[in-house]
């Protein structure tokens, strides 16, 4: 799948609403795929308790369910359906579910196309190692 095929099918799943006072969903759309080669889609939840979660974390939820942690690229579009980037949530999330997604690809960009890796996100990671034992501190 292209990244213009992965924009259309991020688009096509946006169906912002309220679910009720306290609920609304579908603002924001992600669409994952995996190192499998299977793409995963998923849309913001917003609870006013602030128990919501955003699109990619859903989408990523639906590929660990499936049995994969690894992301090759990710595209996330917003309510007007341009790309967006992910929250620092969502990029601690992902680098947490596998070590190989600091290499995963976003779309940042539609015109002209941009991706940038994870990694660049995330230039300093929280956790440092010990080099006398290995252990995080």
């Not at 960009?109 to 006398?132: A, M, Y």
Request: glycine share 8%; with cysteine; aromatic share 8%.
């Amino acid at each position: 799948m292209t990244y213009e095929e992965m924009l259309a099918l991020a688009r096509s799943k946006l169906n912002p609403r309220a679910y009720g006072r306290f609920f609304s969903a579908g603002f924001v759309s992600a669409v994952i795929e995996g190192a499998n080669g299977k793409y995963y889609t998923g849309v913001n939840l917003d609870l006013a308790c602030g128990l919501g979660f955003c699109a990619e974390r859903n989408a990523a939820s639906t590929m660990v369910t499936d049995g994969e942690t690894a992301v090759r690229r990710i595209v996330c579009v917003g309510e007007d359906g341009q790309p967006m980037t992910p929250c620092g949530c969502c990029r601690e999330f992902l680098l947490q579910l596998s070590p190989e997604n600091a290499a995963a690809e976003f779309l940042v960009s539609e015109r002209p196309l941009r991706v940038k890796r994870l990694s660049e996100f995330l230039p300093d990671p929280w956790q440092k190692e010990n080099p006398t034992d290995g252990a995080n501190s």
